[in-house]
């Protein structure tokens, strides 16, 4: 829900920067900080990210005689 919630706040705001031209510079970084808050919780979803449980960790099932 928050993912969903930034997304849309980032097309506001992309929205913002064609209609509003004097602000650009402003929402660029505006634009910027929410897709990186988009990324950082993207990759913690999907487990990239240190301390995260996702499909994509380190952690495998082991097998037995072959894991050691």
Do not use: F, N
Not at 1 to 29: D, E, K, P, Q
Not at 31 to 48: D, K, Q, S
Request: no cysteine; proline share 6%.
């Amino acid at each position: 829900m928050l993912l969903l919630a930034l997304i849309l706040a980032l097309l506001v705001v992309l929205v913002m920067m064609i209609v509003l031209r004097r602000w650009t510079g402003r929402l660029a970084s505006l634009a910027t900080l929410l897709a990186a808050a988009i990324m950082a919780l993207w990759l913690a979803e999907v487990g990239l990210l240190p301390g995260s449980k996702g499909p994509l960790t380190a952690d495998r099932p082991l097998v037995p005689g072959l894991d050691r």
